[in-house]
C-alpha cells in the first residue's frame, strides 16, 4: 500500500521518511557511511556558495541537504547499534553547555578574545593534545592553514605587529624566488607552501577569510575568461586562432563590465 505522505514542518516526520527509505529503497537502503560521506561536503559547498549568492531561498533548499544528511548518517548508526539522532541532539546541547560556561555558568568573558581563549583551554582539559586537534586533515588547504592560525592566535602565539606579518611575507618571497632559480623543485614546492601560508596570516590580520578571498578571484576569473570566449566567438574564432594580444584586449574589456 502506498504511503500518500505529505511534507511537514515536523522534524520527527523527517526522520521517519529517512527510516521508510532505509527499509524500502533499494538505493538508500545499501547505502553506508562511506559511500555517501562525499556527499555530505559536497551539500555542505552547495550551501556556502548559496551563501556567498546570498541566495537564501536556495539556503534553505541546501541546508535541507546538510539536515537529511545528518539524519540519515544517524539512522545508519542506528541500524548497528552506534549512535542514535537523539544521541546526536544530546551530544551537541551537552557540548555547547559546556564550553560556553560564561552563558550556561558563573565564568565571565568580556569578549570575543576571551570566549575564544576559553573555548581552546576547555577544549585541552577534554584530553586534547594539541590545540590544533580537531582540524579536520580534508579541509581544504586555505581554510585549514586559517584554522589553525586562529587556533594559535587564540592562545598568544601570533605577531603582535603586522609590520612583522609583512617583513615574513618578503623574506618567504626573497626565499622562493631564491630555489626558483636554483631549481630545486621540491624546495620551491615548500617555500611555495610557506608564502601561501604567511599570505593568508595577513589576511587574518585584517579580518579577510583566505578561502573566501581566493574564491571570489576565481569567480571573477571565470567571467572575465567567459566574456574572451563570447567575444572571440563572435569574431569567428576560437582560443586556438587567437593571439595572446585579442584575448588580453577582451580581459581588458572584461575587466570594465565584468
Not at 1 to 18: G, K, Q, S
Not at 193 to 218: H, I, K, P, Y
Request: proline share 2%.
Amino acid at each position: 500500500m502506498a504511503d500518500n505522505r505529505e511534507p511537514t514542518h515536523n522534524f520527527d516526520d523527517l526522520v521517519d521518511i529517512v527510516e521508510i527509505l532505509r527499509d524500502e529503497c533499494p538505493w538508500d537502503r545499501k547505502q553506508t557511511h562511506q559511500s555517501i560521506k562525499d556527499n555530505l561536503i559536497e551539500e555542505a559547498y552547495e550551501a556556502v556558495e548559496s551563501i556567498d549568492n546570498e541566495d537564501f531561498e536556495e539556503l534553505q533548499k541546501e541546508l535541507g541537504d546538510v539536515l537529511l544528511h545528518v539524519v540519515f548518517h544517524s539512522r545508519i548508526a542506528e541500524q548497528t547499534d552506534t549512535f542514535s539522532i537523539s544521541d546526536v541532539i544530546y551530544s551537541i546541547q551537552e557540548k555547547l553547555i559546556r564550553r560556553h560556561p560564561h552563558v550556561f555558568g558563573d565564568e565571565i568573558a568580556e569578549d570575543e578574545e576571551q570566549v575564544a581563549e576559553n573555548w581552546e583551554n576547555i577544549k585541552m582539559k577534554e584530553g586534547k593534545t594539541s590545540v590544533l586537534d580537531g582540524i579536520p586533515k580534508q579541509l581544504p588547504a586555505l581554510i585549514r592553514a586559517q584554522r589553525m592560525q586562529e587556533k594559535a592566535a587564540n592562545v598568544g602565539f601570533d605577531w603582535p605587529e603586522f609590520s612583522q606579518v609583512w617583513e615574513k611575507i618578503e623574506e618567504e618571497l626573497q626565499e622562493f624566488k631564491e630555489v626558483l632559480e636554483d631549481g630545486d623543485s621540491q624546495k620551491s614546492r615548500e617555500e611555495f607552501g610557506d608564502l601561501l601560508f604567511s599570505l593568508v596570516n595577513a589576511g587574518r590580520f585584517f579580518d579577510l577569510n583566505a578561502e573566501d578571498s581566493l574564491r571570489s578571484t576565481n569567480k571573477k576569473f571565470t567571467k572575465r575568461f567567459q566574456y574572451i570566449e563570447e567575444q572571440l566567438n563572435q569574431e569567428n574564432k576560437t582560443l586556438s586562432d587567437a593571439t595572446l594580444e585579442d584575448m588580453d584586449k577582451h580581459w581588458n574589456q572584461a575587466k570594465e563590465t565584468k
